[in-house]
Structure formats: structure tokens, C-alpha cells
């Protein structure tokens, strides 16, 4: 057993309750190598923010849990090394899928783990969820559970349309499971194509396709009905067209990929909404650039100038994310 605390990691518990009462959300960047770890903890120090690393399912798979916690660690020590006296960095198991997968984060490190059980029967979910809950607890590790489901796949849960959350329902679960925050679905999905381009509208200016906005409605039931809850936001990348374009022009083939606007993003963070999960940008941050640079420079087979800029990259988009989305920059 292995407490996250020697790691020089934090839980959730404090950074949500002050997220909540600040207006702002905590950015959880999702990770799965070197670069991109390098990008998120640059970025966190310059802009003075919390931060959440998150590794998913595929993330352990493609790069080994043990290997990822390590690094985990030498983020810390890295933030500290770049000039942050007390970095606040949680280590988040996105999208656990067990208890088992739970357990073997919490034994091994991580301070905080989601147990995902929004496609299982409401029961179902509930019961899954305390049971990681209560053994987490036992170790000062916070949970993130989910009702509702995104649109798209959640990992391997696929649904072909989202269900949003009913606020009816979530004074019970989060009664009944003890979990610290809860992932709700009110539009957003997973990956580089949110909406179809028949849910969209055409921007007459750019030709750019426009998505439906966020169910604000709903968001507002569930504050309504857990004042001052931390909620979490899944799904939440804005895919920024300028690298969609970059990607397209040096070979790519991207057709109609579609995010959530920032000032959509914007809004929720001033809202319960505590902490905004995003992956997708940051891979086509990194797809762009190493794109470009292979184009440009077709000779190179240095895997640093090409991974180099990709890593500049993904460290001006996580800064923009933290200034001029989420709100949590100067909060160290
Ligand atoms: O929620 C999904 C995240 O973007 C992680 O995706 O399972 O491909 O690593 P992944
Ligand atoms: P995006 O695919 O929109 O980046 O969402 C990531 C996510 O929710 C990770 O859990
Ligand atoms: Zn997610």
C-alpha cells in the first residue's frame, strides 16, 4: 500500500470546495506520455493553477499504471524544480470500470479514482459506487461517480444518444454512495466529434458548423438540488478548428469534427461545476504540430524535433484552458 501523501500528491476534497466557492473548475488533463505530462505540469506552474493528471483505462493499457504513477510523482517534484513552492497535483483514475481497478489505483498511489457506473441499472451503480467509496475513504482518496451518459463512447460503454442526468435522482446517490463529486450529463461527449452536422447549425460568416447548446436547465436542476456539490464535466474538449485545419492541410483527414464552444465552458465554470475533463484538444494540439513539422521538415527523424514543439504545443493550449476557460490560474 502506497499513500499518494508520501507522494507529495492531494485528493480532491479541498481544491473542489474552493473551485466551487470561487467560480472556477480545476482542469483534468488526461496523460499517457512524457510530453504531454511535461505540458500539463509547465503549464499548471506558469499559470500558477491546481491540476488534475488523469489516467484512463486506455492510458494504463498503453503505458502501464505502475510507470504512470511514477511519473505522477516526478510531476510533482518537477513542478517544484520549475519555481512552485506547494504544486497541488491529484492523480485521477478516469473512468474506473471496478472495484478492482479502484483498489489497485488506491493501493498504488493515485489520490483520487472515478468509479464509472453510469451505464449500469440505478441501483447497480449506486451499490458499485459506495463500495468504492467506503474503501476509499479508509484512505483519505476521494471518488467521482457518474449518473447519466454521454453520448458517444465512455470508454467501452457505448450509447448512440446521451441521457442526461435527472436531478431528481442525484440527492439520493450522492446520499446514499458518500461520493465526493458527481460527472453528469448535460450534452457534452467524449472524442473529436460531438454532434452530428445535422444537430448543428452553419455560422453564415465562417462556414464552421455551430453545435446545440448545453442543457444549462439541467445543470441548474442539480445545483438546485445539491447546493454547492462539486460537478464534474466529462467530454469537455472544444476541438479548436485552427488545429483541426492544421491536421487537414499537412495530410490529415478530420471531416466535421465538432466541440463544445468556450464560452459554453465558461459559463459551467462559474457554476457547481468543480472540474472540466479534457484529452481530445490536447491530442490534436500534438497531432497538429507533429504534422506540420514532419511536413515542413521532411528529412528530420529525431523524435525531440518533432515531439518538441508538439509538447509547446499542448503547454499553450492547457495555459489558454486554465486562464481563459476554466478561471483557476493564481489559485496557488
Ligand atoms: O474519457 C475518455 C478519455 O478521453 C480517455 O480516452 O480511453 O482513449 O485513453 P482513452
Ligand atoms: P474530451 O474527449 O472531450 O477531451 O473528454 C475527455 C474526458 O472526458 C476524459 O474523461
Ligand atoms: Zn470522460
Request: glycine share 8%.
Given at each position: 500500500?502506497?499513500?499518494?501523501?508520501?507522494?507529495g500528491?492531494?485528493?480532491?476534497?479541498?481544491?473542489?470546495?474552493?473551485?466551487?466557492?470561487?467560480?472556477?473548475?480545476?482542469?483534468?488533463?488526461?496523460?499517457?506520455?512524457?510530453?504531454?505530462?511535461?505540458a500539463?505540469?509547465?503549464?499548471?506552474?506558469?499559470?500558477?493553477?491546481?491540476?488534475?493528471?488523469?489516467?484512463?483505462?486506455?492510458?494504463?493499457?498503453?503505458a502501464?499504471?505502475t510507470?504512470?504513477?511514477?511519473?505522477?510523482?516526478?510531476?510533482?517534484?518537477?513542478?517544484?524544480?520549475?519555481?512552485?513552492?506547494?504544486?497541488?497535483?491529484?492523480?485521477h483514475?478516469?473512468?474506473?470500470?471496478?472495484?478492482?481497478?479502484?483498489?489497485?489505483?488506491?493501493?498504488?498511489?493515485?489520490?483520487s479514482?472515478?468509479?464509472?457506473?453510469?451505464?449500469?441499472?440505478?441501483?447497480?451503480?449506486?451499490?458499485?459506487?459506495?463500495?468504492?467509496?467506503?474503501?476509499?475513504?479508509?484512505?483519505d482518496?476521494?471518488?467521482?461517480?457518474e449518473?447519466?451518459?454521454?453520448?458517444?463512447?465512455?470508454?467501452?460503454?457505448?450509447?448512440?444518444?446521451?441521457?442526461?442526468?435527472?436531478?431528481?435522482?442525484?440527492?439520493?446517490?450522492?446520499?446514499?454512495?458518500?461520493?465526493?463529486?458527481?460527472?453528469?450529463?448535460?450534452?457534452?461527449?467524449?472524442?473529436?466529434?460531438?454532434?452530428?452536422?445535422?444537430?448543428?447549425?452553419?455560422?453564415?460568416?465562417?462556414?464552421?458548423?455551430?453545435?446545440?447548446?448545453?442543457?444549462?436547465?439541467?445543470?441548474?436542476?442539480?445545483?438546485?438540488?445539491?447546493?454547492?456539490?462539486?460537478?464534474?464535466?466529462?467530454?469537455?474538449?472544444?476541438?479548436?478548428?485552427?488545429?483541426?485545419?492544421?491536421?487537414?492541410?499537412?495530410?490529415?483527414?478530420?471531416?466535421?469534427?465538432?466541440?463544445?464552444?468556450?464560452?459554453?465552458?465558461?459559463?459551467?465554470?462559474?457554476?457547481?461545476?468543480?472540474?472540466?475533463?479534457?484529452?481530445?484538444?490536447?491530442?490534436?494540439?500534438?497531432?497538429?504540430?507533429?504534422?506540420?513539422?514532419?511536413?515542413?521538415?521532411?528529412?528530420?527523424?529525431?523524435?525531440?524535433?518533432?515531439?518538441?514543439?508538439?509538447?509547446?504545443?499542448?503547454?499553450?493550449?492547457?495555459?489558454?484552458?486554465?486562464?481563459?476557460?476554466?478561471?483557476s490560474?493564481?489559485?496557488?
Amino acid at each position: 500500500m502506497i499513500s499518494y501523501k508520501t507522494l507529495g500528491l492531494v485528493n480532491t476534497r479541498e481544491m473542489f470546495a474552493k473551485a466551487v466557492k470561487g467560480g472556477y473548475a480545476i482542469p483534468a488533463f488526461n496523460f499517457n506520455n512524457m510530453e504531454q505530462l511535461q505540458a500539463i505540469v509547465m503549464a499548471a506552474v506558469e499559470t500558477k493553477s491546481p491540476v488534475i493528471l488523469q489516467v484512463s483505462k486506455g492510458a494504463r493499457d498503453y503505458a502501464n499504471q505502475t510507470l504512470l504513477r511514477y511519473m505522477a510523482e516526478g510531476a510533482v517534484g518537477y513542478a517544484k524544480e520549475l519555481g512552485c513552492e506547494k504544486p497541488e497535483i491529484v492523480l485521477h483514475l478516469d473512468h474506473g470500470d471496478s472495484f478492482e481497478t479502484c483498489k489497485s489505483c488506491i493501493d498504488m498511489g493515485f489520490s483520487s479514482v472515478m468509479i464509472d457506473g453510469s451505464h449500469l441499472p440505478y441501483e447497480e451503480n449506486v451499490a458499485l459506487t459506495k463500495k468504492v467509496v467506503e474503501y476509499a475513504h479508509q484512505f483519505d482518496v476521494t471518488v467521482e461517480g457518474e449518473l447519466g451518459v454521454l453520448a458517444g463512447v465512455e470508454d467501452e460503454v457505448s450509447s448512440e444518444e446521451s441521457h442526461y442526468t435527472k436531478p431528481e435522482e442525484v440527492v439520493d446517490f450522492v446520499t446514499k454512495t458518500g461520493c465526493d463529486s458527481l460527472a453528469i450529463s448535460i450534452g457534452t461527449s467524449h472524442g473529436a466529434y460531438k454532434f452530428t452536422p445535422e444537430q448543428c447549425t452553419v455560422d453564415p460568416e465562417t462556414g464552421r458548423l455551430l453545435p446545440p447548446p448545453l442543457a444549462f436547465d439541467v445543470l441548474a436542476a442539480i445545483e438546485e438540488q445539491l447546493p454547492g456539490f462539486p460537478i464534474v464535466l466529462h467530454g469537455s474538449s472544444s476541438v479548436p478548428q485552427d488545429d483541426v485545419d492544421t491536421i487537414n492541410k499537412y495530410g490529415g483527414k478530420l471531416v466535421a469534427a465538432v466541440g463544445i464552444p468556450e464560452e459554453q465552458l465558461r459559463k459551467a465554470s462559474k457554476s457547481a461545476v468543480c472540474k472540466i475533463n479534457i484529452d481530445s484538444d490536447s491530442r490534436l494540439a500534438m497531432t497538429a504540430a507533429v504534422r506540420k513539422t514532419l511536413a515542413e521538415k521532411p528529412g528530420e527523424f529525431d523524435p525531440r524535433k518533432y515531439l518538441g514543439p508538439a509538447r509547446e504545443s499542448m503547454k499553450q493550449l492547457y495555459m489558454h484552458k486554465i486562464i481563459n476557460v476554466l478561471g483557476s490560474n493564481d489559485k496557488l
